[in-house]
Each structure stands twice: as structure tokens, then as C-alpha cells.
């Protein structure tokens, strides 16, 4: 398992921001383009809290796909009444960041989103807000009863064309 760590200014949240990026093996920047799972934290937890995860290198080999870790801190990737803008941050910059420096399926077929307890309520919310955004989505560990309304649940597989 590579674990690359990507930083930027984020004009969204005015300041500099970095995500962890897991690449399986037999990654390569060019060829048949790789989907990716975008790993959400809990409150807490960082950019690198799922690296602790024994089965990560696994799943992103199994399944042949980019893991991007972002961090949003103890605040919830989305946009809130005291102005902090992490949905914008998370829709608008890291997957733009994370497909122009990588091979990705640049589509909404190639990307996933999935969180633990702080992080499930945005893989809820985000894909129904922007549309050509995500496709799959998965929440575990939830801290709300509210249920992803249209919950479209991870495929045991990501196929893509290439």
C-alpha cells in the first residue's frame, strides 16, 4: 500500500488543507483509469485515522480503487450557519484536486463516499445535493436516525471501462 499525502490552499475554508491518498498496488498515472472511495472520518479523528485500519491495503487492492482520506477536523463535511464551508471544500475541491493529479474514473460511475459515526451523515446528504457528483454512497456507525433517503449501497465491485 503507497499512502500519499496531497496538500493545497483551500479557498472554500481559506487556508491550507491536506488529504491522505491510498493508492493499490499496480497503480499507474496512465491507462485504465481507477475509481475511488472517499473515507470520511469520526469526530476526532484525522486524515489518518483510517490507515489504522488492518484491512485498508486489502480493500483498495481487492477492489482496485483509491482510497482519499480527507479531514475536516471535529467539524462535519458540510456547510454550516457559522460559515465554514467543508461541503464546498469537499464537492468542489478535493475531488477536483484528486482527479487532476490522478488516474480516476473523473465521473460520477467512479466515485464513492462512505463515513464513520461524525463522518456518515454527509455521504447521506452530499450525493443528493449535487447529483453528478457521487454515486455510491454508504454510512456506518451513524450518529442520526435520519437513513440516506434513496440509500444506494456500495457494489461488491466498481467496474469501469478502459
Known sequence: MRVVTE???SEALGRQKSVSVVLPPGYTATGRPFPVLYLLHSYGGNRT???TCPSLADCAAAHR???VLP????YWLI???GGRRYEDYFVHEVVGQVEKRYNTVASRAGRAVAGFSMGEPPPCSIPCATRTCLRWRAATAAP???PCAKATPM???VRTSG
Open 79 to 81: 456547510n454550516d450557519a
Open 65 to 67: 480503487m483509491i482510497l
Open 71 to 74: 479531514e475536516s477536523g471535529r
Open 155 to 157: 457494489p461488491p465491485t
Open 7 to 9: 496538500t493545497w490552499w
Open 144 to 146: 442520526s436516525r435520519r
Open 49 to 51: 485515522t483510517w490507515l
